[in-house]
C-alpha cells in the first residue's frame, strides 16, 4: 500500500504565501504522476496542478503565475508554491498520486488526508 500525507496548509492573509508538502510512503515501487486538488465548501474538487515523473506540468488557469509544482524523486514528495493567495484559493489541499505499490505490476490512485488553507484577513 501507499499512503499520501500532505502537509503546509494555514491560515495567510491576501497576497501572501505557503508551501504545501505530499509525502509518499509505504510499500511503493513506481510514483508515477502526481497532483494537486482542492475543493472549497458546497464545491466540487477541481485540479489545481499535476506534475509527471519526468517532470512536465500542467496548471489551472485560475493559478497559472501564482502557483509551482514540484517534486522530488529521490524523497517521493510534491510541492505547491502558492504566491500571491487570493481569497478564492480557500479550499482543502489534496494530494493525488498515480503509483503502484511493490508486487503489483498496476498502477492505482492515492489520495491524502488534505490539508486546510485559508485565505483571510
Known amino acids: 500500500q501507499v499512503q499520501l500525507v500532505e502537509s503546509g496548509g494555514g491560515l495567510v492573509p491576501p497576497g501572501g504565501s505557503l508551501r504545501l508538502s505530499c509525502t509518499a510512503s509505504?510499500?511503493?515501487?513506481?510514483?508515477?504522476?502526481m497532483y494537486w486538488y482542492r475543493q472549497a465548501p458546497g464545491k466540487q474538487r477541481d485540479l489545481v496542478a499535476g506534475?509527471?515523473?519526468?517532470?512536465?506540468?500542467t496548471y489551472a488557469d485560475s493559478v497559472k503565475g501564482r502557483f509551482t509544482i514540484s517534486r522530488d524523486n529521490a524523497k517521493n514528495t510534491m510541492f505547491l508554491q502558492m504566491n500571491n493567495l487570493k481569497p478564492e484559493d480557500t479550499a482543502v489541499y489534496y494530494c493525488?498520486?498515480?503509483?503502484?505499490?511493490?508486487?503489483?505490476?498496476?498502477?492505482?490512485?492515492?489520495w491524502g488526508q488534505g490539508t486546510q488553507v485559508t485565505v483571510s484577513s
Open positions: 509505504g510499500s511503493i515501487f513506481r510514483l508515477n504522476s
Open positions: 506534475i509527471l515523473s519526468g517532470g512536465s506540468t
Open positions: 493525488k498520486a498515480n503509483a503502484a505499490a511493490v508486487g503489483s505490476t498496476y498502477l492505482s490512485v492515492y
